[in-house]
């Protein structure tokens, strides 16, 4: 097993794991600014947002950011709490191939194009684990699985992923990725899972935007939290 030692504030993941399944704490998104012409604002402060959607959608929801421009224009990232600490309903865990036993953690992502032209989303996640602080040999893996979530398999286990089994050992060693063109009105929710070793603790994850660069970041109480880039939206 690959482990990347990020010794660059910037860059390194603090994560350790895992998992209750859906927490119910809420975290809002702070007002901040970013880099080209974006601005960070709470989108559930937006009154074009509809609100039986926003209703339905909270109790999953751990940040709701809106990234505006100075048209009010924005593209909105919300990140799920998350669901897991086992793969199977019966408490089955991962083990590797080479008997390693994992935590499992299961998010979503939305994110919503409401600015008037297309967005180019481009998002990878290497083969590579992560380092954490403690213990010395846990990692933290990050996998972006194909298949397509909808809001009826919310309420599901794992979020209504199913053969998690099978998709570990055949993707474990592999990097995952995702591209997709967002056009103007549309939006695009996809899974991001996590595999942990030899770590345990409450996590929290999600995607942010900075500029055009995509970031995942990563807490967990009490260890803190870690940021790695992982992609780019280009508009």
Known sequence: MKKSHLFSQAYFLIFTMFVVTSCSQRNKSKTDNVSIDLEIVDSTKNN??????????????????TYTSTNGKGITIQNSLPKGGMIEPDGTQYFDSTGKRHGYAGFWTRIINE???PL???????????AIFTPLDSYIKLFLPTKTITFDKLSKFNYGLTELNSY????FNKPTMLKKTINPNEEHIFYIITLSYH?????????????????YR???EPHGYGIIPCGKITF
């Not at 180019?120 to 992560?130: A, K």
């Not at 570990?168 to 993707?171: G, L, T, V």
């Not at 770590?199 to 970031?215: A, E, F, M, T």
């Open 48 to 65: 074009n947002r509809q609100l039986s959607l926003i209703n339905e959608l909270e109790q999953y929801i751990y940040t709701d950011t």
């Open 115 to 117: 600015i008037t032209i």
């Open 120 to 130: 180019e989303l481009n998002i990878n996640f290497p083969d590579d684990s992560f």
């Open 168 to 171: 570990f050992d055949d993707n």
């Open 199 to 215: 770590s345990g603790g409450r996590p929290r994850g999600g995607l942010i935007l900075k500029g055009q660069d995509l970031y």
């Open 218 to 220: 990563m807490s967990v």
